[in-house]
């Protein structure tokens, strides 16, 4: 298992640019998690799914969308990227139980730089 | 305030030692509690996570938690220089609600 995978690594981005990152789980998770970390400022919550074709704003979803297609695949677009988008992006998913601990399985991140 | 306050840091520490991270919260709903383990670079991985009160064990890796204090620990025995790294708790509910409240983390580095 590859376990959870994101689309690319690295990018730079010109302020005013668009790009699209791409998470991939393989564990048949339900859940999925964009975050993205600032040095200082811990994990935020920008968007998360609770399940195919449904997504919901978490705690800095401003500048940001989502979309949940396949319950495999997590995208986050940036439309017209920012300065202050400049971090690095961590995608997570776990496995909804009733009663169940939320334990996340997070994937490599994606460095973005805008400029 | 945050919902969860995590011990800032950094630490450093000289191989051998005993390592004890900590967080406390404010909401008392919280039933799981999870320590993750990044390391630079790296996405945040799962260590342990503990279910309501008490304690759990895992080799060197001691997680307790006590509710009514509302305040979570890590310990670390006989820390090694591969458990340098940053400490994050994060805490959920007990509910399908999938989501989970993070601390900021903790930065840990042991010396040879």
């Known amino acids: 298992n590859a376990g959870v995978t994101q689309t690319p690594k690295f990018r730079v981005l010109k302020t005013g640019q668009s790009m699209t990152l791409l998470c991939a789980q393989d564990?048949?998770?339900?859940?999925m998690y964009w975050y993205r970390q600032d040095p200082g400022m811990g994990l935020r919550l920008i968007h998360y799914s609770v399940g195919e074709g449904t997504t919901a704003k978490g705690e800095v979803p401003d500048g940001y969308n989502v979309s949940r297609l396949k319950k495999q695949n997590f995208l986050l677009g940036l439309e017209s990227a920012a300065p202050s988008q400049t971090s690095v992006y961590f995608c997570?998913?776990?496995?909804?139980?009733?009663?169940?601990?939320?334990?996340?399985?997070f994937g490599p991140g994606t460095r973005l730089t805008v400029l | 305030q945050k919902e969860v306050e995590q011990d800032p840091g950094p630490l450093s520490v000289p191989e051998g030692a005993i390592v004890s991270l900590n967080c406390t919260y404010s909401?008392?709903?919280?039933?799981?509690f999870m320590w993750y383990r990044q390391y630079s670079r790296k996405g945040p991985e799962l260590l342990m996570y503990t279910y309501s009160s008490g304690n759990k064990e895992d080799g060197r890796f001691t997680a307790q938690v006590d509710k009514s204090s509302k305040y979570i620990s890590l310990f670390i025995r006989d820390s090694q220089p591969s458990d340098s790294a940053t400490y994050l708790c994060a805490m959920s509910f007990n509910t399908n609600a999938g989501k989970s409240t993070f601390g900021d983390g903790t930065t840990l580095t042991v010396k040879p």
């Open positions: 909401n008392s709903a919280f039933q799981y």
């Open positions: 564990m048949n998770h339900e859940y």
């Open positions: 997570a998913s776990s496995y909804s139980t009733a009663g169940g601990a939320d334990t996340q399985y």
